[in-house]
């Protein structure tokens, strides 16, 4: 079982920056791959990024060139710095592991965060 939590979320203005970390439980982090994905109403959870177990990050097309996703092993936390930041990546941003070998899709991962809101003002 992995437990994961988020923070970091909170208010910014167009083209500011936030970072998001995620602290998951469990010895078995190493193992997992992590991916960060966003919810805003009416809409379905889209994939933002997600790094693998050998560090080989993957991004949405929206997002690249803008956020970063990082992990630190020895912490048991992933990072997903926003910089640029623009109103349509106003969302719940949720943290997830994945014990498997998919990275795109919310069901390729097997646990969730409770997830943080991000809100970018224009």
């Known amino acids: 079982q992995v437990q994961l939590v988020e923070s970091g979320g909170g208010l910014v203005q167009a083209g500011g920056s936030l970072r998001l970390s995620c602290a998951a439980s469990?010895?078995?982090?190493?193992?997992?791959?992590m991916g960060w994905f966003r919810q805003s109403p009416k809409k379905e959870r889209e994939f933002v990024a997600a790094?693998?177990?050998?560090?080989?990050?993957y991004y949405a097309d929206s997002v690249k060139g803008r956020f970063t996703i990082s992990r630190d092993n020895a912490k048991n936390t992933v990072y997903l710095q926003m910089n640029s930041l623009k109103p349509e990546d106003t969302a719940v941003y949720y943290c997830?592991?994945?014990?498997?070998?998919?990275?795109?899709?919310?069901?390729?991962?097997?646990?969730w965060g409770q997830g943080t809101q991000v809100t970018v003002s224009s």
């Open positions: 469990g010895r078995t982090f190493s193992s997992n791959a």
């Open positions: 790094i693998s177990r050998s560090s080989s990050t």
């Open positions: 997830a592991a994945g014990t498997g070998w998919g990275i795109y899709r919310p069901n390729e991962y097997d646990y």
